[in-house]
């Protein structure tokens, strides 16, 4: 496995399983649950939930996956940005933690910006740790000029994490905020890594991943994990799709394949405004 290491040094998988959309089904529980814990055994003990996903049905999933295995993952879950005030967001980890079945999140990130200022919001994540229900705190889809104005925020700067949308289709953070991002040792959680499927369907993606043995998803995912600071998290509820992109994992690109895909998926050459899905 792969790791990256977070601010305060702590080295996590490079790798994780996202859970956007698990538990909204229950005819589908029984294989998301086993597909979680599968990913454990396998070393992907990284797991990104979220209030937001199912309205809690997501994290009470994760919960019933994580039942006496606690210790085997690296926890992260998100407050939506209308209950990121003091009193909120602390009310809203705690129910997090009710439908987790824990007594801690290790990492406990923003989902996005909102209404609410980021003083609030960084004491609540100070004093959730303070009590020991989070470890580290972070952000999720926060752009350059957010990311400047949150480190200039007192505590701001112990942001361990910025959650983003970024893929092979969509490299616009690679411009400036990536840059600025890399020069604060904060390292990028990428959110729907394969383009929620989409590219897959890539006709050059394709083609690349037939010629040098390997699936689409294993080439989108072995793009990101090229770098030492980005840490993938696909979703799949699916044991057969996480084994194959945990193959991704053992692919080394060269730097005629990273050529080949920047002719296929071009760099920024300007700033974007940020992508989110």
Sequence with gaps: MKHVTLPGGERVPALGMGTWNVGDHRESRAEEI????LGLDMGLRLIDTAEMYGEGLSESLVGEALAGRRDDAFLVSKVYPHNASR????????????????DHLDLYLLHWRGD??????IEAFLALQQAGKIRYFGVSNLDLADMEELWDTPGGDAVAANQLLYNLSRRGIEFDLLPWLRD?????????????????????????????????????????????????????????????????????????QRAELDQLFPPPRHAQPLAML
């Design 87 to 102: 009193m909120g967001t602390v009310a809203a980890c705690e129910r997090s933690l009710r439908r987790l079945g824990t």
């Design 34 to 37: 086993a597909t979680l814990r």
């Design 184 to 256: 604060r040792n904060v390292p990028v959680m990428a959110y729907s890594p394969i383009e929620q499927a989409r590219l897959l369907r890539n006709p050059g993606l394709k083609d690349f991943a037939q010629t040098y043995g390997m699936t689409p998803a294993q080439a989108a995912l072995a793009w990101l994990l090229d770098r030492d600071d980005v840490i993938a998290i696909p979703k799949t509820g699916n044991r057969e799709r996480l084994r194959e992109n945990a193959g991704a994992l053992s692919i080394t690109l060269t730097a005629a």
């Design 116 to 121: 609410i200022p980021f003083e609030e919001t």
